[in-house]
T-cell receptor, first 111, second 113 residues
Framework: SQQGEEDPQALSIQEGENATMNCSYK?????LQWYRQNSGRGLVHLIL?????REKHSGRLRVTLDTSKKSSSLLITASRAADTASYFC???????????FGQGTRLTINP | DTEVTQTPKHLVMGMTNKKSLKCEQH?????MYWYKQKAKKPPELMFV???????INESVPSRFSPECPNSSLLNLHLHALQPEDSALYLC????????????FGAGSRLTVL
C-alpha cells in the first residue's frame, strides 16, 4: 500500500516561475525524502528532512515538513526546462525498515 | 564510484524464457533493493537485501527470484513471466537497510511478449 499521496498529479508552469508540490502521508515517520525521476530513468535523491526538522534548503529547493498535519511540500524556485521530471516523496513508516513512495507529481517546465 | 550500474538496459523475453537482470555497486553499501515501476506509477518495493541476506520480500511471485552473490552484486532471475510483468525494474543501494538515502540505477526496461 502507498503511504504518500502527492498533489497535484501534474503541474505545468513557465520557465522562471516557482513550482510547489505537496505530499501527505498516513503514519508517523522518522524522515521524509524527495526524489526526482527523468522520463524512463532511475530516481535521483534530492533532499532528506528529519521528523524533528521543519524546513530545509538545498540550492533552489526548499522543503517543509509539518508532522502535525502529516504533510510536506517541495518548492523549486526559478524553474528551468531541465527541472521537467516526476517528483516523488518517500517516507519510512516507523518500524517498517523501508521507504514507501508517494504517487508522484509530473512537472513540466515550458520554455 | 558513486553509481549503481544495471544491465541490460532493455530486455524482451517470451513467457517461457529464463533471463536475469544484474545490478552492481562499488560504494560499499550494505543494502540493495529491487523495485518495479509501471508507467506513471511510483516504484514498488520487491526485495531488500541487507548484508547479503534477504530481509524483505514484498510477497513477490516466485517467478521472480533474487540473488545476492556478494555485497556488490544483486541479480533478479526471471522465469515464466507474464505480459503484465512488463515494467521498469530499478535497482538501488544504501549504506544500511531501512530509511536511508537510496542511490538508484538507470533501470532495466523489461518487455514480456
Amino acid at each position: 500500500s502507498q503511504q504518500g499521496e502527492e498533489d497535484p498529479q501534474a503541474l505545468s508552469i513557465q520557465e522562471g516561475e516557482n513550482a510547489t508540490m505537496n505530499c501527505s502521508y498516513k503514519t508517523s515517520i522518522n524522515n521524509l525524502q524527495w526524489y526526482r525521476q527523468n522520463s524512463g530513468r532511475g530516481l535521483v535523491h534530492l533532499i532528506l528532512i528529519r521528523s524533528n526538522e521543519r524546513e530545509k534548503h538545498s540550492g533552489r529547493l526548499r522543503v517543509t515538513l509539518d508532522t502535525s498535519k502529516k504533510s510536506s511540500s517541495l518548492l523549486i524556485t526559478a524553474s528551468r526546462a531541465a527541472d521537467t521530471a516526476s517528483y516523488f516523496c518517500a517516507t519510512d513508516p516507523q518500524g517498517a525498515q523501508k521507504l514507501v513512495f508517494g504517487q508522484g507529481t509530473r512537472l513540466t517546465i515550458n520554455p | 564510484d558513486t553509481e549503481v550500474t544495471q544491465t541490460p538496459k532493455h530486455l524482451v523475453m517470451g513467457m517461457t524464457n529464463k533471463k536475469s537482470l544484474k545490478c552492481e555497486q562499488h560504494m560499499g553499501h550494505r543494502a540493495m533493493y529491487w523495485y518495479k515501476q509501471k508507467a506513471k506509477k511510483p516504484p514498488e518495493l520487491m526485495f531488500v537485501y541487507s548484508y547479503e541476506k534477504l530481509s524483505i520480500n514484498e510477497s513477490v511471485p516466485s517467478r521472480f527470484s533474487p540473488e545476492c552473490p556478494n555485497s556488490s552484486l544483486l541479480n533478479l532471475h526471471l522465469h515464466a513471466l507474464q505480459p503484465e510483468d512488463s515494467a521498469l525494474y530499478l535497482c538501488a543501494s544504501s549504506q544500511e537497510a531501512g530509511a536511508n538515502v537510496l542511490t538508484f540505477g538507470a533501470g532495466s526496461r523489461l518487455t514480456v511478449l
